[in-house]
């Protein structure tokens, strides 16, 4: 039977989704869970590979099982058995040729922004505390930008290949809720580091430090020299993954 599980968890104290050989992560806690219920070891594939400290509201899995357990029954025993900073929010059955990663359209990202003077307590590591007041109107003009196909390679790690760069940003937006500012990103896929570049390039527009057309003027260098300052991890949200 194949399984696909929606999860939610604090990314924190993970290294990231991605199983590695040092760090504790997400992909190795739900594996563990998993030996742990049914007594062998699964492959288990993620839609997305969320950095070190980035958090997940609508991340999905899938993974073989023999179907002795029911969905629901295993999205029971794995809540039981996952740490506090992970919970599985669905479990269901899906085709065979299901794939997490592989099977998905478009994924939905949040990054926000905390522009009030004071320090966050109860949303710490869980927004950017940036000084000053961010312009919204000017941060929304330059992610107009960002929006259609194009080579990533300034808002990317380095370490991504060169021909899997170009990707379709379906839409950014930019808006205020309180005393936050969301960035909100919908595409057909994410590289490495370029939510977390976008923001901060946004950042520096919203500062003033930049103009809005700066943004569109560096997607274009396709150059990592022209690329911004990295925004912290904490900020960032995968919200949904869409098929």
């Excluded at 958090?55 to 999205?75: K, N, Y």
């Excluded at 109107?137 to 390679?153: E, F, N, P, Q």
Aim: some cysteine; proline content about 4%.
């Amino acid at each position: 039977m194949n399984i696909k599980i929606v999860l939610e968890y604090d990314g924190t104290n993970f290294a990231g989704w991605q199983q590695q050989a040092k760090g504790r992560t997400v992909e190795a806690e739900l594996k563990r869970a998993l030996r742990s219920i049914t007594g062998q070891d699964h492959t288990v594939y993620g839609a997305g590979r969320t950095d070190a400290g980035a958090h997940a509201e609508g991340q999905v899995a899938s993974f073989h099982t023999d179907g002795r357990i029911t969905p629901r029954r295993l999205m029971a025993a794995l809540n039981a058995r996952l740490p506090e900073d992970v919970a599985v929010l669905s479990a269901e059955a899906v085709a065979d040729d299901f794939h997490a990663r592989h099977s998905a359209r478009r994924r939905r990202y949040r990054y926000r922004f905390l522009d009030r003077p004071a320090r966050p307590a109860r949303e710490r590591g869980r927004c950017w505390h940036v000084r000053g007041a961010l312009d919204v109107d000017a941060m929304s003009r330059a992610a107009r930008a960002l929006v259609g196909k194009h080579d990533w390679t300034t808002f990317c790690s380095a370490s991504e290949p060169a021909d899997t760069r170009m990707r379709e940003m379906h839409s950014a937006s930019v808006r205020r809720r309180g005393d936050f500012v969301e960035l909100e990103l919908v595409a057909e896929g994410f590289l490495r580091g370029m939510v977390r570049s976008i923001a901060g390039a946004l950042a520096e527009v919203g500062r003033g430090e930049r103009p809005p057309a700066w943004v569109g003027e560096i997607l274009q260098a396709w150059d990592r020299r022209q690329a911004p300052r990295t925004a912290p991890a904490g900020g960032l949200t995968l919200m949904e993954v869409i098929y």
